[in-house]
């Protein structure tokens, strides 16, 4: 089945960076829109940006930009987002979702299982 | 671009209808009809209840629609039952290749 299987908790200290994968399977994974966002204790749900499989062209929340890069590795059909410069308000869980295959920003309509990011000294 | 203005709590008994507001601007909601929600259960992935304003994926109940009306848009839940509590979130493209979300709100069934 179609689904999403992201990489597991991180603790990490302030200033340090994070990396997060997400691993499709199901579906042509060149063919859709990846996206990561994050939900912070308390707080709603908030987009970081987009990656092309196909391409590697990317697309970032204007919030992020400088501090977030989006990858991909076509060969193991696997999204990665990395995130520099942690703050305690990086901690979240992180979602990596699949969008669409022509729109960069529509709805996502398969979602990981999220991966916590703790920052913390 | 700012978040989207949803209302931070709503709730309702059993069997009853409850709408959830979503307000953007011309730039976001009212300028495009890349209008989705979502269903977040704490400790679990989000779930899309509808997308382009008002279609609805297989597999959603159909007490679940979706609606526009210039800058606001709109999810109703009908017939609520106990399992729709929950935390939703409106999303509308933004132009540029970019999106963004509803603050969230909160769904009680009493």
């Known amino acids: 089945q179609v689904q999403l299987v992201q990489s597991g908790a991180e603790v990490k200290k302030p200033g340090a960076s994070v990396k997060v994968s997400c691993k499709a399977s199901?579906?042509?994974?060149?063919?859709?829109?990846m996206h990561w966002l994050r939900r912070a204790p308390g707080q709603g749900l908030e987009w970081m940006g987009w990656?092309?499989?196909?391409?590697?062209?990317?697309k970032y929340a204007q919030k992020f930009q400088g501090r977030v890069t989006m990858t991909r590795d076509t060969s193991i059909s696997t999204a990665y987002v990395e995130l520099s410069s942690l703050g305690f308000d990086d901690t979240a869980v992180y979602y990596c979702?699949?969008?669409?295959?022509?729109?960069?920003?529509?709805?996502?309509?398969?979602w990981g299982q999220g991966t916590m990011v703790t920052v913390s000294s | 671009q700012s978040a989207l203005t949803q209302p931070p709590s709503a709730s309702g008994s059993p069997g009853q209808s409850v709408t959830i507001s979503c307000t953007g601007t011309?730039?976001?909601?009212?300028?495009?009809?890349?209008v989705s929600w979502y269903q977040h259960h704490p400790g679990r992935a989000p779930k899309l209840l509808i997308s382009?304003?008002?279609r609805r994926p297989s597999g959603v109940p159909d007490r679940f629609s979706g609606s526009k009306s210039g800058n606001t848009a709109s999810l109703t839940v009908s017939g609520l039952q106990a399992e729709d509590e929950a935390d939703y979130y409106c999303?509308?493209?933004?132009?540029?290749?970019?999106?963004?979300f509803g603050g969230g709100t909160k769904l009680t069934v009493l």
């Open positions: 979702a699949r969008g669409t295959t022509i729109s960069p920003y529509d709805a996502f309509d398969i």
């Open positions: 199901g579906y042509t994974f060149t063919a859709y829109f």
């Open positions: 990656i092309n499989p196909n391409s590697g062209a990317t």
């Open positions: 011309s730039r976001d909601v009212g300028g495009y009809n890349y």
């Open positions: 382009e304003v008002s």
């Open positions: 999303s509308s493209y933004a132009g540029s290749d970019r999106g963004v």
